[in-house]
């Protein structure tokens, strides 16, 4: 019970990050580089987005006439509905305005739109943006915020993090463009893994170096993440952008050496002393442990770390699948016994249990069965 209590205490905080304006600016800029009208008379839509917290809202709200947009909407939810509600209070833009309701505010999401320049200062911008109160509490699987999904061309946020799955089913199911962030760990899921196979979805741009800096609303333990007290920030190095909007990272090759080089110059002790990728025991396939080590003279399946798909041109390379244990694609070449999967454990850990080497490939080494880490399994394009 206690650890269920904790459990959901922490997943309650993994909903409550807030993104920075420079890491947005970023990542949007890498669209508008690869084409500068991917927004142009495009209505955006920034879910599940806090308003008076949200730097999506600011972003776009600043630069709604350089983007050339049509309409600006951003919704959040309501106080009452977060799992995550210490703190609340009630912001002065809210609570100076006319239309401040004590109780709905702490019941209801709200809506913020910017499609014209309401002011009359000749420009449209930030200080254009109206809001009132939603009918129900912004839930973005509610009725209301369908439909406001349904009017939008593209759909930008950092989504709660223990709904990820429904989120990007929610935006699919509506075939719908999107920028959204997640956290590497998602693209294994088996929702998701399939998406970014089939270069439906892939990896955005990415933040500075892969470190992600997020404001959180009050200081608290991270499991995941690096609280720093002086900035504020919470930094994770697994987090990542999602879209189905093309960049032009994605389309720039990996720069490979042949194998030869490899096992001559790598910058890892192990692989220069191996001098040979081990095949796996149960996939057709030779083990990469690391992303710079994937051979230009190879053309069958190799198994590499999930992180290559920051890496992944899909000129370059397929994605083929991955080493799990549901076997989507039908590429394993073994299944384990229960029983050969005791036998590993007691030699690996010289006790009684089980290894899991349905779960992941597997290699030979020392005699001795060992599962690696997560892996994709891809292949060059001839
Ligand atoms: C990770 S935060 C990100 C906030 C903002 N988009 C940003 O990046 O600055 C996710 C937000 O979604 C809200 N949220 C949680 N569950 C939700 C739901 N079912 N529908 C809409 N929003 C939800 C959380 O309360 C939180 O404010």
Known sequence: MANTNLANAKTA????????FPDIQKEINAYLDYDPNVFRGKTV????????????????????????????????????????KEGYMPTLFETESPLFDQD?????????????????????????LQWHYLEGDGD?????????????????TNPPFSLFREFVAWIMEASKQFIIIGNMNAITYKEIFP??????????????NGNAYFRIVEE??????????????????????????????????????????????????????????????????????????????????????????????????????MCENLDLYSLKTKIYTSQECKDAYLKKFGKPGTYDLNASGVIIVNGQLEKVYQRLLIRKKQ
């Open 220 to 321: 608290r333990e991270y499991a995941d993440g690096v609280y720093d007290a002086e900035t504020g920030l919470v930094k994770f190095r697994n987090c990542c952008w999602l879209t189905n909007i093309d960049h032009g990272r994605r389309h720039q090759p990996l720069k490979l050496m042949t194998m030869a080089d490899i096992f001559k110059h790598s910058k890892h002790k192990e692989i220069r002393e191996r001098k040979e990728f081990l095949k796996y025991e149960n996939y057709n396939a030779i083990e990469i442990p690391y992303t710079d080590s994937i051979p230009s003279d190879y053309n069958e399946i190799m198994g590499v770390p999930t992180s290559f798909l920051d890496k992944y041109c899909p000129e370059q390379f397929e994605i083929l699948g």
């Open 45 to 84: 839509l920034l879910p599940c987005d806090d308003p008076e917290w949200s730097n999506f809202t600011k972003f776009f709200a600043q630069y709604f006439e350089l983007l050339g947009l049509k309409k600006l909407i951003s919704t959040s939810f309501a106080p009452e509905s977060k799992k995550f």
């Open 195 to 208: 998406l970014i196979k089939d270069n439906k979805v892939w990896l955005g741009n990415g933040f500075n």
């Open 13 to 20: 905080k993994n909903d409550e990050f807030y993104t920075q």
């Open 140 to 156: 973005f699987r509610s009725k209301e915020i369908c439909q406001l999904r349904d009017e939008a061309d593209i759909i930008v």
């Open 104 to 128: 709905k505010t702490r019941t209801h999401g709200k809506i913020f739109v910017l499609d014209h320049d309401s002011n009359n200062s000749g420009r449209i911008d930030i200080e254009d």
